[in-house]
């Protein structure tokens, strides 16, 4: 009984620290022009330049005019968003996982700066390390959910030699009348993946939680129930 009571302390402590690093609903969305918004959330970790950790994940949105359908096409605007950017934004479907796998060395991006060039085509004259491959159809009174992933702004060539990496996603809606609202946004600040539009980080931790406790319960009662079944055969006991 001790050593399962030490065992789900233990289990407590390491899973209250799975979810430890998560910033739920962080990012600020703004009108800064008709129909353009900017979407941002800046964070500073720990001590100043070099040491300290710079996060500026940001981008800037356009929502065109309904065609005779209804749809709007909503398309990021990479040159009006802060120069300290560097990170990869995507379209993403709730539930999906959001990690290097899925937003690092993609085939397209709904915006895309520096993040993934090597310090060498960063400093070569006339790159353009910025770009956005595609647009979003929407129809009026429906979700928008984007991930991202964002490297500290101190990582080279500005700085430090290791690259830190977060990962998060941003939900919005769009109105009758083609307007965004922030629903909802999460980055994990631990740099570790994170699933797209839920109501936590990899895994659950109160819920696995749940699941050590009641194994444990369960593991208690078989126990008991082997002892008293023994008692029930008098030759057995008398064996003993």
Same mark, same amino acid.
């Given at each position: 009984?001790?050593?399962?009571?030490?065992?789900?302390?233990?289990?407590?402590?390491?899973?209250?620290?799975?979810?430890?690093?998560?910033?739920?609903?962080?990012?600020?969305?703004?009108?800064?022009?008709?129909?353009?918004?900017?979407?941002?959330?800046?964070?500073? #970790?720990? =001590?100043?330049?070099?040491?300290?950790? =710079?996060?500026?994940?940001?981008?800037?949105?356009?929502?065109?005019?309904?065609?005779?359908?209804? !749809?709007?096409?909503?398309?990021?605007?990479?040159?009006?968003?802060?120069?300290?950017?560097?990170?990869?934004?995507?379209?993403?479907? #709730?539930?999906?996982?959001?990690?290097?796998?899925?937003? @690092?060395?993609?085939?397209?991006?709904?915006?895309?700066?520096?993040?993934?060039?090597?310090?060498?085509?960063?400093?070569?004259?006339?790159?353009?390390?910025? @770009?956005?491959?595609?647009? /979003?159809?929407?129809?009026?009174?429906?979700?928008?959910?984007?991930?991202?992933?964002?490297?500290?702004?101190?990582?080279?060539?500005?700085?430090?030699?290791?690259?830190?990496?977060?990962?998060?996603?941003?939900?919005?809606?769009?109105?009758?009348?083609?307007?965004?609202?922030? !629903?909802?946004?999460? /980055?994990?600040?631990?740099?570790?993946?994170?699933?797209?539009?839920?109501?936590?980080? /990899?895994?659950?931790?109160?819920?696995?939680?749940?699941?050590?406790?009641?194994?444990?319960?369960?593991?208690?009662?078989?126990? @008991?129930?082997?002892?008293?079944?023994? =008692?029930?055969?008098?030759?057995?006991?008398? !064996?003993?």
């Amino acid at each position: 009984m001790r050593s399962i009571v030490i065992f789900l302390l233990l289990c407590a402590c390491c899973t209250d620290g799975i979810a430890a690093g998560v910033e739920w609903n962080c990012f600020t969305l703004s009108e800064v022009a008709d129909n353009e918004y900017q979407l941002s959330y800046y964070h500073d #970790i720990g =001590s100043g330049y070099p040491d300290g950790v =710079s996060i500026r994940a940001e981008t800037v949105l356009r929502v065109s005019n309904a065609d005779v359908n209804g !749809q709007r096409l909503v398309s990021a605007m990479p040159e009006s968003t802060v120069l300290a950017f560097s990170g990869n934004w995507l379209a993403a479907n #709730i539930g999906d996982e959001v990690s290097a796998a899925t937003t @690092r060395n993609q085939a397209s991006y709904f915006h895309h700066a520096f993040i993934d060039e090597s310090p060498e085509d960063l400093n070569t004259p006339g790159f353009t390390g910025v @770009r956005s491959d595609y647009g /979003i159809e929407m129809s009026a009174d429906t979700l928008l959910l984007l991930i991202f992933a964002v490297e500290d702004t101190n990582f080279l060539p500005w700085g430090k030699d290791v690259q830190s990496v977060f990962y998060g996603w941003v939900e919005l809606n769009m109105d009758l009348f083609g307007n965004l609202s922030l !629903q909802s946004s999460a /980055i994990d600040l631990d740099g570790r993946p994170i699933i797209a539009g839920g109501d936590s980080a /990899i895994p659950e931790p109160s819920s696995a939680l749940l699941l050590l406790v009641g194994g444990a319960l369960l593991a208690l009662r078989r126990s @008991r129930n082997v002892r008293f079944d023994l =008692s029930t055969y008098p030759e057995l006991v008398n !064996q003993r």
